[in-house]
């Protein structure tokens, strides 16, 4: 069964730094690119990252650039997102997402359950 | 970064109408479209991607269809369970984006 868990959000003041976690299993993980897809409260679904399944090629959405770091660690099955500086308005549920295949360019296909991020 | 624009942002309809919601992109995405479906507090779900293609396990009254700039999700014979909120998502270049979402109601 495949499963994405996502883990490390909660309530930081603006400025300060959180780093999210993404624990996968029953899957190939380090065969998938890797998506975080975040939503504001009564909101619709903001793209924030993807990386590749190497490691290589990681892309961020304009609004996060130069704050946020997506990493992984394909040892441990476990995808990262480093938020650093935070800002009110990245306030959201953060979902990891599994790319439908090694590239970036089909849907995603498996979602976790998402962290909940509040800065304030 | 290329903007997708979905219409309408909200319908009512009832339980067996086709329902047929539109998302527009930009600039060309040649047919790099997805459409997923998000219910009220749970993660999004895959419905169609690269434009026509259903995913496993969706059933087949959803379709889709489009190219360039212009896409369609099909809902044909709408179903108690398919109440809910659905966004098209360009994954031909990054940033990615997706859709503001439109809200299916039950009239």
């Known amino acids: 069964q495949m499963q994405l868990v996502e883990s490390g959000g909660g309530v930081v003041q603006p400025g300060r730094?959180?780093?999210?976690?993404c624990a996968v299993s029953g899957f190939s993980f380090s065969s998938h690119a890797m998506h975080w897809v975040r939503q504001a409260p009564g909101k619709g679904?903001?793209?924030?990252?993807?990386?590749?399944?190497?490691e290589i090629h990681?892309?961020?959405?304009?609004?996060?650039?130069?704050?946020?770091?997506?990493?992984r660690d394909n040892?441990?099955?476990?995808?990262?997102?480093?938020?650093?500086?935070?800002?009110?308005?990245?306030?959201?549920?953060?979902?990891?997402?599994?790319?439908?295949?090694?590239?970036?360019?089909?849907?995603l296909d498996v979602w976790g359950q998402g962290t909940t991020v509040t800065v304030s | 970064d290329i903007q997708m624009t979905q219409s309408p942002s909200s319908l009512s309809?009832?339980?067996?109408?086709?329902?047929?919601?539109?998302?527009?992109?930009?600039?060309?995405?040649?047919?790099?479209l997805?459409?997923?479906?998000?219910?009220?507090?749970?993660?999004?779900?895959?419905?169609?991607?690269?434009?026509?293609y259903l995913q496993s396990g969706v059933p087949s009254r959803f379709?889709?269809?489009?190219?360039?700039?212009?896409?369609?999700?099909?809902?044909s014979g709408l179903q108690p369970e398919d109440f809910a909120t659905y966004y098209c998502h360009q994954s031909f270049?990054?940033?990615?984006?997706?859709?503001?979402?439109?809200?299916?109601e039950i009239k």
Not at chain 1, 46 to 54: A, K, L, N, T
Not at chain 1, 58 to 71: E, L, M, N, P, Q
Not at chain 2, 15 to 27: K, L, Y
């Open chain 1, 75 to 107: 040892s441990n099955n476990t995808l990262y997102l480093q938020l650093n500086p935070v800002r009110v308005e990245d306030t959201a549920i953060y979902y990891c997402a599994r790319a439908t295949s090694s590239g970036w360019s089909l849907g």
């Open chain 1, 17 to 21: 730094s959180l780093r999210l976690s």
């Open chain 1, 45 to 54: 679904l903001e793209w924030v990252s993807v990386i590749s399944y190497d």
């Open chain 2, 13 to 32: 309809a009832s339980v067996g109408d086709r329902v047929t919601i539109t998302c527009r992109a930009s600039q060309s995405i040649s047919t790099y």
């Open chain 2, 34 to 52: 997805n459409w997923y479906q998000q219910k009220p507090g749970k993660a999004p779900k895959l419905l169609i991607y690269v434009t026509s």
């Open chain 1, 58 to 71: 990681k892309h961020y959405a304009d609004s996060v650039k130069g704050r946020f770091t997506v990493s």
């Open chain 2, 93 to 104: 270049t990054t940033p990615q984006t997706f859709g503001q979402g439109t809200r299916v």
């Open chain 2, 63 to 75: 379709s889709g269809s489009g190219s360039g700039t212009d896409f369609t999700l099909t809902i």
